[in-house]
Structure formats: C-alpha cells, structure tokens
C-alpha cells in the first residue's frame, strides 16, 4: 500500500476564518517576548514555504496509482493553502506593528527561489518530507503539551492548536509520494540536514529582529529564560530530540510515531462530528 497514514483518517482543510487582533498584542504569549516573537518567526515563513511544499508535491500527484494517496495529495494542498493564507493575515499583523516582515519573507523567498531553479524536482520533494517531519514533531509536541501555550491570547492559542493539528494529520503524505517515486533515503537525509540548518537559522534571524525591534536584543534575561524554556530539563524542544533524529533511520516512516489518539482528541475542539479511525 503506498500510504501508510492510517486507515480511516481523511485529510480535509477546514475554512478557519481566524479574527486575528488588531492591532496584534506585540508579546502575545504570556507578556513574553521571546515565546511571542519565536512563534511569529516561525510564522512568516510558512506562507513561502507551505507553497514550495504543495508545488513539489503537485509535480509528482499523476505519477500516484493509489486512489487513497491521491486523496490524501488533495487534503494536503487543501490544508497547506489555508495554512498559508491565515499566516499571510498574522504577517500583516506583525508589519503593522513596525517589524520588517518583507525583509523576512525575502530571505525565505530567494532560498526557495533558488532551490527550484537549481535542485531537482525529487530533491524539492525530499526538501518537504524533511521539512514535513519537523513541523510533525514540533506540532505533536504543542498539541501533546498543553503548558507549551499556556497564557497565549486565546485567539493565537487556537491557530496554533489548528495548524498542529492539520500537520499531525497530513505527516505522511510528502514522505509517501517520495517514496512512490522511488526517492533516495541518502537524498532524503541530506535534505533534513540542509533544511533544519536554514529553518533554525531563519527562526533565529526573525526573532533577533524582533527582539532588537523591542530594544531587547541584549537582555541577557530575555535570552536565558527562552533558551531555557526552549532546551531546559522541562524544555519544550527538549523531548523532540529523540523523534527528530528517528528520521534517519533507512526504516521510518512518520506513523512509526503514532499519535493518531491525541490527533482525535483535538479534532474535537474543532469538528463536530468526529469517528475514530480504523485500526
């Protein structure tokens, strides 16, 4: 079977109209600059890269013979588009409050620019495989954690909660078209590495700006309280370690870390009518 999300879990994009504040609270999450401002690093970079993964996994959709894998390409398209369409809103927002967002968004723009004039089509797929796995574990781990959104703007708080929620249920799909196209595990690997090197360097890029926007730049407190709620004993990222690095076994697949009954859990705060998957 070419897929391996499990049986029974449909792939929908949900239209989520998300009455973002406006003006946006410039420390959204809990008063907190550096929780605010990563999560909103993080962001600006979505709506770029949310469309290189639907252009790499659109190239390859006719060479898919499996009628439950096309439909999980649809679902795919479908939630990544409205991904990027929320976080272009949450953008506006952050440039409205000063920073420089377009400088941002160029940065990721002229990569991706670069990528698909110059790699090929199978390695901008393996690009988004890679890229898939790390927002899978990032989202498990905010759904799984419940203190990781504590204190947020309740507004914030739930477009996190969904777009987790939508990366945990379409993990697999760019991992098993690369596979179906007979993709190449050392070309995969190669891909995870190039990808978490310039994903954790633009982060870091935008929420130093940010920061230095706040006049915070050099608040060695600001530094240490984020670095230890990020990488601390009790670190958010800390648990990801583990999950993140399974990808480069020659067996995994995204399944292998199956979560299928916290995705149903949170399937409730936004579905009305939800039935559990087939085993």
């Not at 690997?189 to 990808?195: E, K, L, P, Q, S």
């Amino acid at each position: 079977m070419a897929s391996t999300t499990p049986a029974g879990l449909k792939i929908r994009p949900r239209h989520m109209s998300f009455d973002f504040p406006n003006p946006l609270p410039r420390h959204w999450h809990s008063g907190d600059a550096f929780k605010s401002h990563l999560f909103d690093s993080m962001s600006v970079l979505f709506p770029d890269g949310e469309r290189f993964f639907i252009d790499s996994v659109r190239k390859f959709r006719d060479q898919i013979t499996d009628p439950e894998l096309t439909e999980q390409i649809r679902g795919f398209i479908g939630q990544e588009g409205h991904h990027s369409r929320e976080h272009l809103v949450y953008s506006d927002r952050l440039r409205a409050l000063g920073y420089d967002i377009t400088r941002m968004e160029n940065r990721a723009k002229k990569r991706i620019h670069y990528t698909q004039n110059n790699f090929s089509a199978k390695r901008q797929l393996a690009a988004t495989a890679a890229m898939e796995h790390i927002t899978a574990i990032m989202a498990d781990g905010l759904l799984r954690n419940e203190s990781q959104m504590q204190g947020a703007h309740p507004m914030m708080r739930q477009l996190w909660r969904w777009h987790a929620l939508e990366e945990t249920e379409h993990k697999a799909v760019a991992f098993d078209v690369y596979n179906q196209v007979g993709g190449d595990r050392k070309i995969l690997h190669r891909a995870m590495r190039m990808g978490t090197f310039f994903f954790i360097k633009d982060t870091f890029l935008g929420l130093a700006h940010m920061l230095k926007q706040d006049g915070l730049l050099w608040n060695w407190r600001v530094w240490r309280d984020g670095l230890t709620w990020m990488w601390g004993k009790e670190g958010v990222f800390r648990p990801l370690i583990k999950t993140y690095k399974d990808f480069f076994k020659d067996d995994f697949h995204p399944w292998q870390h199956n979560n299928i009954e916290l995705l149903y859990a949170t399937r409730r705060e936004f579905d009305e009518n939800t039935e559990p998957a087939v085993a």
